[in-house]
């Protein structure tokens, strides 16, 4: 980690030391893009529900506490859901994303799948992290599995929950985690016994990828930095066409007619950087 202050964009490892990217249309455009409709209030809080409105999403900046996402199916739109999944506000984006995305598949293949799906050895959830090298220990009251530098874990809890408790947040059967010890640096992300374990599998495996991820230099935490691996982003190296285009741009800057006219053609992939949205943005689908 550089011991000058960070300047622009970086990439970082792994993902759970990497912080939130703080705005929601990631994790929304899935919704979106499958026909769920959003509403927004005076306050930047996003809504977001299915076509059939069994399926509920809210982005809550401003909400009640610490949480930032709420995703729960209802079988009774009007009942209380039958789960729910949670997403603190310094959970990485890319988690959140990863999980509306399986839901949306999984909702496109058959809505009602979400509510009735059978039930999925949890084990399937726990597996992307095994293979990722994470270590396990298995206990009579729960299954936790710890990332190799100790910085991210799950916890399943075993046993009879009850529902009631477990949609408060008294009590949870699936406990995400990552980061240094801290408010502003840990995250935090819980599923309810019924939530599709295929959804959470999405989720871990999503947990377990040691590729790079995009931020801008403040949202990474500060008490993650010296435990993450961040490298800068290095500025596009021109293509002989770009040093063309700038030669005859100075040409005409100075009146000179340029010799010739370069061809129309379109960069090399490689030297164009991806445009991020500007720090702060508020999420797409607002009303």
Known sequence: ????????????????????????DPALRPLLDHGFT??????????????????????????????????????????????L??????????????????LVTAYAETPDTLLTAPLRPAENGFLPLEV???????YRPATLLTAPDGLAGLTYRKGVLDRHAELHRDQNRWLLWGGQDGYSSRWYATFTTAVPVDLIAATTTRLADLSPVLRYEIEVPERNRSAARIRRVSP?????????????????????????????????????LPVRPAHGQVAAGRS
């Open 85 to 102: 999944a949670t997403f603190d506000a310094n959970t990485p984006t890319e988690l959140v994303t990863a999980f509306t995305s399986a």
């Open 236 to 272: 596009p190296v021109p293509t002989p066409l770009d040093v063309r285009r700038a030669a005859a741009a100075r040409a005409r800057s100075h009146g000179a007619r340029p010799v010739g006219r370069a061809p129309a053609a379109p960069r090399s992939p490689s030297a164009v």
């Open 38 to 83: 959003a509403q927004d209030d005076d306050l930047a809080n996003v809504y977001v529900s299915s076509p059939d409105q069994h399926v509920r999403l809210g982005f809550l900046p401003e909400g009640p506490d610490n949480t930032l996402w709420k995703v729960a199916a209802h079988s009774d739109p009007f009942g209380p859901p039958d789960w």
């Open 132 to 138: 990722a090298g994470w270590k396990r220990g298995d």
């Open 1 to 24: 980690m550089p011991s000058h202050p960070l300047d622009g964009d970086i990439h970082v490892t792994p993902l759970y030391l990497a912080g939130s990217t703080t705005i929601g």
